[in-house]
């Protein structure tokens, strides 16, 4: 099955710095990817989704970045501030019912 | 707005035990998934359901009865709990399979 590797685990970056978190997938077929963002004692809240034919998509200071090519597929938000701090999930679904996802990465912004 | 209330928030349940996590969905949504979530795992699903009185199998669906008596509830039972099952489970559901799935706050599930 399809598997999503997602790096790195842990980052930290200082307010106002970007972080940059990538994920790997196997499967070339076409498919929508997505990023989630989870706060502590919270569920998982969708950042954004973009489907196969798209390779970039900005949206309030997030970007995300598709290389179909490397099977690639990456977050870069900028400007970090306290509020972003968060365990983030990217997640790939190919046209069916089920949708994996990566592992996380904790997300810690320093003052 | 969109809600999926899970309850409880979390539970001790003795090994052995027989344990029930419950979901409702104020969405109208015909997909609904129960997920769990282990350090280091992300989230696996462990059952599906497309419609009221139908129930899938997920990846990790050993261990786990779903059942889906309406649209609006999708309830996850352990029937004999373990300790491997200690984790935190997610309600979810969606309009379609591949649209924007919104999450419940999760339960917190410890097995002793």
């Known amino acids: 099955g399809e598997q999503v590797e997602q790096r790195p685990p842990h980052l930290s970056v200082r307010e106002g710095d970007s972080a940059f978190i990538i994920c790997t997938y196997t499967?070339?077929?076409?498919?929508?990817f997505y990023w989630y963002k989870q706060e502590p004692g919270a569920g998982l809240q969708l950042l954004m989704s973009v489907f196969s034919n798209v390779d970039r998509k900005e949206e309030q200071g997030l970007t995300v970045l598709l290389n179909k090519k490397d099977k690639r597929l990456s977050l870069n938000l900028t400007a970090a501030h306290p509020g972003d701090s968060a365990v983030y999930f990217c997640?790939?679904?190919?046209?069916?019912?089920?949708?994996?996802f990566g592992a996380g990465t904790k997300l810690t912004i320093k003052p | 707005e969109a809600a999926v209330t899970q309850s409880p928030r979390s539970k001790v349940a003795v090994t052995g035990g027989k344990v029930t996590l419950s979901c409702h969905q104020t969405?109208?949504?015909?997909?609904m998934y129960w997920y769990r979530q282990d350090t280091g795992h992300g989230l696996r699903l462990i059952h599906y359901?497309?419609?009221?009185?139908?129930?899938e199998k997920g990846d990790i669906p050993d261990g786990y009865k779903a059942s889906r008596p309406s649209q609006e509830n999708f309830s996850l039972i352990l029937e004999l709990a373990s300790l491997s099952q200690t984790a935190v489970y997610f309600c979810a559901s969606s309009i379609l399979a591949n649209t924007e799935v919104f999450f419940g706050k999760g339960t917190r599930l410890t097995v002793v």
């Open positions: 359901s497309y419609v009221a009185d139908s129930t």
């Open positions: 997640a790939v679904s190919y046209g069916n019912e089920k949708i994996t």
């Open positions: 969405n109208n949504h015909d997909y």
């Open positions: 499967d070339s077929a076409t498919a929508y």
